[in-house]
């Protein structure tokens, strides 16, 4: 079960935080290049965001799992920081999912406009960091989950000799 749980973690991270930095870092670009313009290029995305929320959320609760699994084999510093990330990042995934259908009300779809232009960018702003912070709070989450993972099959290993 450890193997299909880490596997699971591994994977579901890659897609959702692989998936976020592909987009931010060329697909955004790309269709705006192609459309003309980052609004343009928004109503395109903002179709993609809702995939990506998504998949943040089932990541979450894996990732959530994890914590949980390898709660006896990780130290009280392990413990302290993936509880800290993993808190950070589920809050700044509601943060998101509170703020998108915002967003879209403000949106004429059909007209591919935007209402409230000024209320608009300063909410796209906050969802733009709050997005950012997820990702960079999403570093530490690994980096820990990693090291625990090494500690308990180092551990396991002497167990057996």
């Given at each position: 079960?450890?193997?299909?749980?880490?596997?699971?973690?591994?994977?579901?991270?890659?897609?959702?935080?692989?998936?976020?930095?592909?987009?931010?870092?060329?697909?955004?670009?790309?269709?705006?290049?192609?459309?003309?313009?980052?609004?343009?290029?928004?109503?395109?995305?903002?179709?993609?965001?809702?995939?990506?929320?998504?998949?943040?959320?089932?990541?979450?609760?894996?990732?959530?799992w994890?914590?949980?699994?390898d709660?006896?084999?990780?130290?009280?510093?392990?413990?302290?920081?993936?509880?800290?990330?993993?808190?950070?990042?589920?809050?700044?995934?509601?943060?998101?999912?509170?703020?998108?259908p915002?967003?879209?009300?403000?949106?004429?779809?059909?007209?591919?406009?935007?209402?409230?232009?000024?209320?608009?960018?300063?909410?796209?702003?906050?969802?733009?960091?709050?997005?950012?912070?997820?990702?960079?709070?999403?570093?530490?989450?690994?980096?820990?989950?990693?090291?625990?993972?090494?500690?308990?099959?180092?551990?396991?290993?002497?167990?057996?000799?």
């Amino acid at each position: 079960m450890t193997i299909w749980r880490r596997f699971l973690v591994v994977a579901l991270f890659a897609f959702w935080m692989g998936g976020f930095t592909f987009y931010t870092g060329v697909a955004i670009p790309v269709a705006s290049d192609v459309l003309g313009s980052h609004r343009a290029a928004g109503f395109i995305t903002r179709q993609v965001t809702q995939w990506l929320n998504l998949a943040g959320g089932v990541t979450l609760v894996v990732l959530a799992w994890n914590v949980a699994a390898d709660w006896r084999v990780a130290t009280r510093m392990d413990r302290r920081v993936l509880v800290w990330t993993l808190g950070f990042l589920i809050a700044c995934e509601v943060a998101l999912l509170v703020l998108h259908p915002v967003l879209d009300a403000r949106l004429d779809v059909a007209a591919r406009r935007v209402v409230d232009g000024e209320g608009f960018d300063a909410l796209h702003r906050a969802y733009l960091w709050i997005s950012t912070a997820q990702w960079i709070a999403g570093l530490p989450y690994l980096w820990w989950t990693l090291a625990v993972w090494r500690r308990a099959d180092r551990a396991a290993a002497e167990a057996v000799c």
